[in-house]
């Protein structure tokens, strides 16, 4: 027998424009990719031969080789310094009960909960007025204050999973606290560890608006030197410019994947336990 799917007409709204948004966000990626490939497209449905030389074009016009070294050193440093921050803040937050605790989380959920551009500008003013905009360093400065509270926000479930008992049979054995961290908990953390600069390094790699507030020419990463060549003065092959676009787009789902490998999103919902009164 056949089965009818019932729904309410508000599903059926709800699923329909699902659906028509899915549409045309694949019709407008189809058609960035199609014409990054394509020698000339005008008044047909597809263009009127293929080639490749817009990618190589893009490659040179627009210094991708130094814009990808950028982006990488960026984001590496971002990664680096948000793990050796936030994990040692995450423990002190997983196993040490003080007054204001659930405010200092409050704060550090802050920079993740709100828009970039919100704190951005101000950040980015003060990073000017001392000579950090505009280089290297004011682009990690930039990027480390939405990072590691997201590190510390990861880290947290992973350390409060671990019994406090195996630190204090450590401790009875004479181990010093150094030696408790880097010998029993790193190893037992590094799934977290790994799950958290992946997630910073997508979210560095993407991030726009503070990258955009505060880099100069010579440390523009992949996502601010693309809106550059869709913005600045001159005229650019369109081709050129969706090659640029395909490029980005590739690395980011390369990311996402590489992500979603090694990460569980429900790993990710941090709880704050209750302070004993």
Known sequence: MSRRIVASPTSWLIWGAVAFFLINLAGVIASVVVNSFGERWFDTWLPSGWTT?????????????NVMVVTLEV???????????????????ARRSFPGRRLVYLLFL????????????????????????????????????????FVILTMT????????????AARMCGAKTWQIFARILAPLLVPGILAASILVLVRTVGMFELTFLTAGPDSQTLVVALYYSM???G???????????VLYT???????????????????????????D
């Open 53 to 65: 030389q817009w990618y190589a074009t893009a490659w040179t016009e627009f210094g991708l080789l």
């Open 75 to 93: 984001a590496v440093l971002v990664v680096g310094i948000s793990v050796l921050v936030g994990v040692p803040a995450s423990y002190v937050l």
């Open 110 to 149: 802050l920079p993740i909960l709100m828009p970039p551009i919100t704190y951005g500008i101000p950040l980015a003013t003060v990073l000017y007025k001392y000579g950090f905009a505009g280089h290297l360093t004011g682009v990690v400065l930039a990027n480390l204050v939405p990072s590691i509270p």
């Open 157 to 168: 479930p992973f350390i409060e999973q671990i019994d406090p008992a195996i630190e204090r």
């Open 231 to 233: 913005s600045a003065a």
């Open 235 to 245: 005229i650019r092959a369109q081709q050129s410019v969706d090659a640029m676009a």
């Open 250 to 276: 590739a690395s980011m789902l390369v990311l996402l994947v590489i992500a979603l490998r090694f990460v569980n999103p429900t790993q990710l919902v941090a709880r704050v336990k209750e302070d004993p």
